[in-house]
């Protein structure tokens, strides 16, 4: 029987089992032994990423780049330039046909409303039964107030502070009207309350309707400056993008030279041919459509607001002079150094010189003859007015009102201020006339030099785009 030895070593442990997982130093989630760590799934931008960038590696692939950056550099300064100049375009239309004859129009009604207020006073002073041509003339200028408003009330947004105008102007007319019919009829018969109706629809007139008459013109006025706004800006991010793309066309043609020791390559140049034609074609139509446009609102539409404003003034003078007579000191006014004047007459001296500045500043306007012409004539025919008023107060002042009444609407042997008055309104018409023409004539140049741009530059960007693809093509073809 054999003994264990004595002092030996002892015997061996057991083998511990092996671990399933271990962890790492830092402490993470354990892993499986003998199982490879799974990688984590790659999303599919990740991995076009890593072909783009695989593909910049190569030539082929950096021309396929190249060319792609043209196409899109072309195409956009194409779209930009339409996109643009079609805007402008629309907006020197609108400056051409709508908002500047709407403008003209809002004045006329202004006009004739001033116009008609000024024709009944004449009428009334002309006594009982006043003549055939003062009753056709008021009659003509309700008229054309009544289609003018007609017209204005088609172009107005519904709801705006114009369309609200035009109805309460459309309301007062007919009240207005209303009045002077009945001054009429009181004064045929002799009666004196015919002068108070009179009065009464002058007031209408002068405080309700003319205020808004020329709330509308000036609503009319700031559509026009906005649509001028509008048309004249440069185009600055077409003419941005215009000269990028061919800086990008002149890069990589230096680059397919530098890389091929060929000059030329056919798409490109023709994309650069096209990129070019497009940036000129805008620099130089836009810069023409610019001119023409500014031209057409400094020789044109400041000249007409200024006509229009002193021929309003002319009228209004001539209306205040014929209530002087009618009222006969009943309507005072106390002046800030206490004296007391008729009303009629102060407004009449206020309304005279408004005229003389606006005469002046037309005449100062005026870039030919054609246009000073009639103004100096307006302005010496304003001065043998004023005379003659001075003369017409003068005897009803003495207490002839005979005389002051022939001074104001007499027979021609009688040398009346009516005829001055007359000859005052005449020639600013002309004058209207002949800036209405030079308005138009500048700006319809200004809207023909944008004629085709936004088409014309659409179609060359697609075929500057293309011509850009060709190219490189061809240079692709080589490594095939």
């Not at 695989?54 to 196409?71: K, N, Q, S, Y």
């Not at 459509?289 to 007409?304: F, T």
């Not at 005026?366 to 004023?386: I, L």
Request: net charge neutral.
């Amino acid at each position: 029987m054999t003994q264990p030895q004595q002092g030996g070593a002892p015997p061996a442990p057991a083998p511990a089992p092996a671990p399933e997982a271990t962890r790492s130093a830092a402490g993470t989630a354990p892993v499986p032994r003998g199982r490879p760590a799974a990688q984590p799934r790659r999303t599919a931008l990740a991995e076009s990423a890593d072909r783009l960038r695989a593909a910049a590696t190569t030539e082929p692939g950096r021309l396929r780049i190249i060319g792609a950056v043209l196409a899109v550099l072309v195409v956009a300064f194409g779209a930009v330039t339409a996109w643009q100049m079609a805007e402008r375009s629309a907006a020197a239309d609108d400056v051409l046909h709508s908002s500047q004859p709407l403008s003209a129009g809002a004045a006329d009604i202004y006009r004739s409303l001033a116009d008609a207020n000024t024709t009944a006073s004449s009428g009334f002073l002309s006594g009982g039964q006043e003549p055939a041509a003062t009753t056709q003339r008021y009659e003509r200028d309700i008229r054309t107030a009544a289609a003018g408003l007609v017209r204005a009330a088609a172009s107005a947004e519904p709801g705006s502070p114009s369309a609200a105008t035009i109805v309460r102007l459309n309301t007062l007319l007919p009240e207005y009207k209303g009045l002077i019919e009945r001054a009429r009829a009181n004064n045929r018969q002799g009666f004196p309350v015919g002068g108070a109706y009179l009065r009464t629809a002058n007031d209408t007139m002068q405080r309700e309707m003319l205020p808004a008459a020329q709330k509308l013109y000036e609503s009319e006025n700031q559509r026009l400056r906005a649509d001028y706004a509008d048309a004249t800006p440069y185009p600055w991010p077409a003419i941005a993008l215009g000269v990028l793309s061919l800086a990008a066309l002149a890069w990589a043609q230096r680059r397919h030279y530098l890389r091929t020791n060929r000059v030329l390559n056919h798409g490109l140049v023709a994309a650069t041919a096209a990129c070019a034609i497009v940036l000129l074609w805008l620099v130089v139509g836009h810069g023409f459509a610019r001119a023409g446009l500014e031209s057409s609102y400094a020789h044109g539409v400041r000249s007409l607001n200024v006509l229009h404003d002193a021929r309003i003034a002319s009228l209004n003078a001539r209306g205040n002079e014929n209530l002087t007579l009618v009222s006969r000191g009943a309507e005072t006014r106390k002046l800030a150094d206490g004296t007391i004047e008729d009303a009629y007459d102060y407004a009449f001296q206020q309304d005279m010189k408004t005229l003389s500045e606006g005469l002046g500043k037309a005449e100062a306007l005026a870039d030919d003859r054609a246009g000073r012409q009639p103004v100096t004539a307006a302005t010496g025919n304003m001065k043998v007015w004023q005379q003659r008023h001075r003369q017409a107060r003068a005897a009803d002042d003495d207490g002839n009102y005979q005389a002051a009444l022939d001074k104001i609407i007499g027979s021609k042997a009688d040398q009346p201020t009516g005829e001055c008055f007359d000859s005052v309104d005449a020639n600013l018409a002309k004058a209207l006339d002949h800036e209405e023409h030079e308005f138009r004539q500048a700006a319809g140049d200004g809207l023909d030099a944008m004629t085709g741009l936004p088409v014309g530059a659409a179609v060359l960007a697609v075929m500057g785009a293309a011509g850009a693809v060709l190219g490189i093509g061809r240079r692709l073809s080589e490594y095939r």
